[in-house]
């Protein structure tokens, strides 16, 4: 196992320092308030303030933009100076007062109720003065514990910053050069001579010696009212917050200074690297502070400082499971963000993996200015909301992802996104989402040469292909840091996994274990024996088959174990109860509360999200040591497992892909949180040699699968293509299939056709379909005609509308505009009921016709108009033969319209789920499916001008499904991974807003909140902070715009 290591370099440290001094666009010394409150401590005109030592919590949120960024004001800046400045003796603080006033409305929007000119000056004069005193006081004084607690706090770059700047100020005390220029400046004006003077001292070290000393004069006179001028309204920013911490401002006014530098580094497209990867040293306390990260392993390090990487190339990266993967495409996003200054977009697979990761990098983007924004099930803007300085980081499922693409290349704003960032990049080639992924991928590739692509996984295996397709680099490493030791067991034997042997396993050791004659019967695989080698002191995970077998499992191991499981934190699990009790209003799954109380839980898509969670939360507090799951926690997922046991070599009925086998074993042995780890495979004797294959043979390939599902996604690709203008023509639209994964892969994937001829039959259907118009015959060489999307093409394809279901979908919302039942909601609802459920669907015809017969006369109307006559469900009720034809597909869909209906009634997805004998976890599952359908239908009908009346209709059912709670809770589930039963308990506890939990203060949190840990809490905080400071943001980009003054008015010119 290779040593990690330390991850900043001094020769890399210095080689920033040395950036730093020669960056000329930056007069440190004097823009930087940590320069000028250094040694001033409660000096006249600064508020006076204890230092503070837990300031990370406080002001995190609202007090701080980045001026530096903002090229144009700077801009705006220079040009006012500029006007004022034309007579040099002009007093610069007079100068500085009109500037700041005719800066104010235009620049500090924020500042538009409270600040005013005097204000500004006030600020400014604090600045100077703290400036003076750095140069007067002597280092010995009393503030100099003040001094001394603000260094602990600087990074070390900004501590040898500040010895420089000692040395270079002595030497200014007797230099005739600074000397001259002291007088300089003082003769325009002795009020502001401190700080120039010490901008001096900076300037002078970069500054070429044959410069005349009036030209040195005026431009250093610039360079510090700039500053200044930064100053103040770095100042008022702050203005707004009552108690400003004091390190606070001075960690702010470093960073901003080293994101400065930073982005000068990499603008500079110099191999030396930063600070920490050319990112300011902030960066890497909020790792350490937040993920407990000191170092980096040695292949992160070297992977970073890629040549590839610098030189900005596409880059795929594999490492085993647990190898440390996401630290790395984080610091690179960080990078895109801070230094490069553009937007970044993360795919993730799951919806609660976007979640988890908007809230752990919320902290992130409140520290270090940037916006996190969720896109995932219907949240999410499109296009987003332009941002004029902070840069966004959109976190997104596949699906969002995708929508995100369409609507930059739409906006022509595709430039706008700097990097594309893949987790779990194998899903390229698992099914319609791996279509999605592909197509996604190939836009980018092909509308926006100069945003970069990063990839990740553990379980590739034809890189060369992907390679291809995304035009990357490759790099690769065996490192894992907790080393994973790989088991089988056949009867009572455990043998390792051991590729030098004959057959590929080595005998380990017999399993020690006493049964009776009854448990051989009940545990004929010895789970019971396996597990208690490693629970309660360990935790342990169980991959199961199918969901019932983890409930199976759950109930089987606790019933035979002994009485002392009990006692390992019974309080902690008599919680668990109590809180999934509050979670179910009331109810617990009977299992569940069996197991529990020994540390035992099933885990599967069977739960409510809300159970998920907290089960999930108690595992990883070893509040249960013994999950027992299926493949849904098998991939992204951090619990802590010192064995992962796998009950059969399968999922469901198929046998286990080596993709999935390696995802499951790679859930032992996580670093920081476990030290060892260990995975076991269950095998019977006749599996034995399928298993065999199963863990000596490589991984499988990724291929495309656009030809998947009588080519739905190559369809879907073509309709959009046209529809975004990206190729408009055969020809075109050839040139662009070459580009993707399938282009890449033509041979292998379709054997009887060529690509051009799929192409071909593609663009005929959607042309016969009425979603596109032109003509493609080859004969008629008409490759370069040019194609047009209709306007029902166009709605498919904005809404995401499956090609299979969008004449269908036409047809019943026409229908519906000549006799829409508005009487409740529940034909809207049947409009917005997903098709792809149904044919999971199988109706109880009891509940059915209960359900039918509790409706008012003109919601059973609906029933009929759709297609569901009531002689029909009454004689399905009573069994009897029908002789007339519904079609299928229509009577399940109106049962999941039912379900829906009753769940915005009842808001309870318990007493839902035992009303028509349903799992809860597939109600909540038809539930979000259902809002996502709906906000797709709401896109759809957008585009198409006769729907004009359902847009007001289904942006409101949209919000109800989305949430499905309570109304007043909303707001506060509007937060990434705030679910129903927090937000309830939230509400309760007298946090009913957004602002609310925004301004909430951790500690008081967690005392009121129960299950709540400190992380926790701090999460949700930073994670409102973010939702906050998007929506104010968002809102000040609305006003920017509305009072824009247009460049067009008529006479004006
Ligand atoms: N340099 C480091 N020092 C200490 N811990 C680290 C370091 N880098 C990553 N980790 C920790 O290692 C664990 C696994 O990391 P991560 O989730 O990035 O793995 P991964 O490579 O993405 O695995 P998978 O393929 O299973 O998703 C995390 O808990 C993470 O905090
Ligand atoms: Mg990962």
Redesign the pocket.
């Known amino acids: 196992m290779a040593e990690?290591r330390l991850a900043v370099r001094r020769k890399n440290r210095s080689s920033l320092e040395r950036k730093r001094s020669r960056a000329p666009a930056q007069p440190i010394a004097a823009s930087s308030p940590v320069a000028r409150k250094r040694p001033s401590g409660g000096g006249e005109g600064a508020p006076a303030e204890a230092p503070c030592t837990n300031d990370s919590e406080e002001d995190m949120f609202g007090d701080y933009d980045s001026f530096c960024g903002n090229d144009s004001l700077v801009a705006q800046v220079d040009d006012i100076e500029h006007k004022y400045l034309q007579d040099n003796n002009m007093d610069v603080k007079a100068a500085a007062e009109m500037v700041l006033g005719n800066l104010q409305s235009g620049v500090h929007q924020k500042e538009q109720d409270n600040s005013s000119a005097p204000e500004n000056v006030v600020v400014l004069k604090s600045d100077q003065e703290g400036a003076c005193q750095m140069r007067d006081s002597d280092p010995a004084d009393g503030n100099q514990e003040l001094t001394e607690s603000i260094l602990d706090d600087l990074p070390c770059s900004q501590l040898l910053y500040f010895e420089k700047m000692d040395e270079l100020f002595s030497a200014s005390r007797t230099s005739p050069v600074s000397k001259g220029q002291d007088e300089c400046v003082n003769s325009s004006s002795d009020k502001i001579r401190d700080p120039l003077t010490f901008s001096a001292g900076a300037k002078h070290r970069n500054r070429p010696p044959d410069s005349s000393s009036h030209s040195k004069c005026v431009s250093f006179k610039t360079e510090s009212l700039k500053d200044h001028l930064k100053s103040a309204m770095t100042g008022n920013a702050r203005a707004q917050t009552l108690q400003v911490s004091k390190t606070k401002q001075l960690k702010e006014a470093v960073l901003s200074e080293e994101i400065f530098v930073a982005r000068k580094v990499i603008e500079s497209s110099s191999v030396d690297i930063g600070p920490f990867y050319g990112l300011p040293s902030k960066v890497k306390d909020l790792f350490r502070q937040l993920?407990?990260?000191?170092?980096?392993?040695e292949w992160?390090h070297d992977c970073l400082t890629l040549e590839s990487l610098q030189q900005r190339r596409n880059l795929i990266y594999s490492?085993?499971?647990?190898?440390?993967?996401?630290?790395v495409a984080e610091i690179i996003i960080l990078q895109e963000l801070l230094c490069r200054q553009k937007d970044v977009l993360m795919i993730l697979p799951y919806v609660a993996i976007v979640q988890e990761k908007v809230r752990g990098l919320s902290s992130f983007g409140i520290e270090l200015g940037f916006l996190v924004e969720e896109y995932a099930g219907s949240k999410g803007r499109f296009p987003p909301v332009k941002r004029r300085v902070k840069k966004s980081l959109y976190i997104a499922t596949i699906e969002k992802g995708h929508a995100l693409v369409n609507s930059l290349i739409e906006t022509e704003r595709i430039y706008d996104l700097g990097l594309v960032v893949v987790?779990?990049l194998h899903m390229l080639g698992e099914g319609s989402r791996g279509a999605i992924l592909e197509i996604t991928l190939a836009k980018i590739l092909y509308t926006s040469k100069k945003t970069q692509i990063i990839g990740?996984?553990?379980t590739l295996n034809n890189v060369g292909d992907l390679q291809k397709f995304l035009q990357a680099e490759y790099y690769t490493s065996d490192f894992r840091?907790v080393e994973l030791k790989e088991y089988i067991k056949v009867r009572d034997t455990i043998y390792a996994v051991d590729s030098k042997t004959e057959n590929g396993f080595a005998f380990s050791r017999l399993l020690n274990f006493k049964y009776s004659s009854n448990l051989e019967k009940a545990d004929p695989d010895h789970i019971i024996a396996l597990v208690t080698e490693v629970i309660p002191k360990y935790s342990c995970l169980i991959f199961c088959p199918t969901k019932k077998n983890c409930e199976n499992v759950a109930s089987m191991v606790c019933k035979y174990l002994k009485k002392e499981f009990r006692a390992h934190k019974e309080k902690e699990k008599q919680d668990l109860i109590k809180n999934l009790k509050s979670i179910g209003n009331g109810s617990v799954c009977p299992v569940l509360k069996q197991t529990i109380p020994f540390g035992i839980a099933y885990h599967h898509s069977g739960l409510t999200n809300d159970e998920r969670k907290s089960i999930e939360e108690a595992y990883s507090s070893g509040v249960l040591c013994l999950l027992a799951c299926t493949a849904t926690l098998a991939?992204?997922v951090?619990l802590p497992a010192r064995r992962v046991i796998l009950r059969a070599p399968y999922v469901g009925s198929d046998f286990l892909k080596k993709n999935q086998y390696k995802?499951m074993i790679?859930?032992a042995g996580?670093?920081?949180?476990d030290s060892a780890g260990e995975s076991i495979l269950i095998v019977q004797e006749r599996d034995k040699h399928l298993v065999q294959d199963l863990v000596h043979s490589p991984l499988e390939n990724c291929y495309s699968n656009l030809l998947l599902e009588l080519s739905k996604g190559m369809q879907s690709l073509l309709l959009s293509l046209v529809g975004l203008k990206i190729a408009v023509t055969h020809e075109e639209v050839d040139d662009f299939m070459c580009c993707t994964l399938l282009g890449v892969q033509q041979q292998l994937v379709s054997k009887e056709k060529s690509l051009p001829e799929i192409i071909k039959d593609g663009l005929e259907n959607l042309i016969e379909k009425g979603l596109l118009k032109g003509r493609i015959s080859q004969e008629d060489h008409n490759s370069k005609s040019t194609l047009t999307i209709t306007p029902l093409g166009k709605a498919t394809y904005k809404g995401s509308i499956d090609l299979a279901y969008c004449n269908l979908l036409y047809r019943e919302l026409k229908k519906g505009l000549e006799g829409l039942v508005l009487e409740s909601n529940l034909h809207l609802l049947y409009l917005s009921t997903p098709y792809d459920m149904t044919s999971t669907c199988s109706p109880d015809w009891m509940i059915y016709l209960r359900q039918f017969n509790q409706l008012s006369a003109a919601e059973q109307k609906v029933a009929d108009i759709v297609g569901v006559p009531e002689s029909f469900i009454t004689k399905k009720a009573s069994g009897q033969a029908i002789r007339k034809n519904v079609d299928n597909a229509v009577v399940n869909r109106l049962y999941l319209t039912f379900v829906l209906y009753a769940l915005l009634k009842e808001t309870n997805i318990w007493s839902v789920s035992e009303k028509f004998n349903m799992s809860r976890g597939y109600v909540q599952n038809l539930l979000s499916s259902a809002a996502s359908f709906a906000s797709c239908l709401l896109h759809f009908c957008e585009e198409l001008e006769e729907f004009w009346v359902y847009k007001a209709l289904l942006t409101e059912l949209t919000k109800q499904l989305t949430y499905c709670v309570k109304t007043e809770l909303i707001p506060l589930m509007e937060v990434a991974g705030v679910l129903e039963a927090r937000a309830k308990q939230l509400y309760n506890a007298g946090y009913k807003t957004l602002a609310h939990l925004a301004n909430a203060n951790p500690e008081t949190l967690v005392r009121m909140i129960e299950h709540l840990s400190r992380r926790q809490a701090k999460q949700i905080i930073s994670s409102a902070k973010m939702l906050l400071s998007e929506k104010a943001e968002a809102l000040q980009e609305e006003v920017e715009e509305l009072l824009k003054v247009p460049t067009d008015i008529p006479g004006t010119h």
Do not use: F, V, W
């Open positions: 990690p993920r407990g990260i000191e170092t980096l392993y992160q490492l085993p499971t647990g190898g440390g993967k996401t630290l987790d779990e990740m996984s553990a840091p991939a992204g951090n995802q790679g859930r996580r670093a920081g949180i």
